[in-house]
C-alpha cells in the first residue's frame, strides 16, 4: 500500500473501531476453531478488551496465541496476549480509557475489578483485509510506517 492507502486505512480503522465495537475473536483448541463475540476498542493496530483470565478464551489464548478477528467488512490475523489486571499500574492509561469506551456496561456487574483473574486482552494485529465503499485495503499490520 502507498503512504495515502495506509493513512486512509488508519482513519478508517479508528473511525470504525476507536469506540465500543463488537467484534468476533476466533481461537483454536487442538485444531478445533472457537468464535465469539466480544466488545472491544481499537488503537494503534490492536484491539483491547477486558474479559477474565480463566475464560476458554484465554486458557486457549495461552496455549495458542494465534487469533483471527472479524466485524464491519473487516477481517484480520493477530496476536493475542494477557497484559495484565486493570489496576496494574502498567495499564492505568490505558484502563482508564476502556473504562470510558466500556462505560454502558463495564460498570453494571459484567466487570469485577476486585477479581484477580480479570485482565485486559490485547490482540495485535499482523495482517488485515479492510473494505470501505468498494475499495480494498490489504494492510501489514507489522511494517515499519515510519519509513
Sequence with gaps: MDKEDIIK???IMAERFGHDSLISVATAN???????????????????TVTYALSN??????????????????TA???GENIGHPCDERNSELAAKLREVFSQWYYNGHTDESDPNTCILRI????GILFNHGTRYDIDFTADRTK
Design 9 to 11: 486505512a488508519q482513519e
Design 30 to 48: 487442538e485444531e478445533i476453531p472457537h468464535v465469539r463475540i466480544v466488545n472491544s476498542y481499537y488503537e494503534n493496530g490492536s484491539f483491547y
Design 57 to 74: 478464551k484465554m486458557k486457549q489464548i495461552t496455549k495458542n496465541s494465534k487469533v483471527a478477528v472479524c466485524g464491519e467488512w473487516f
Design 77 to 79: 490475523h493477530g496476536i
Design 124 to 127: 495485535r494485529l499482523t495482517d
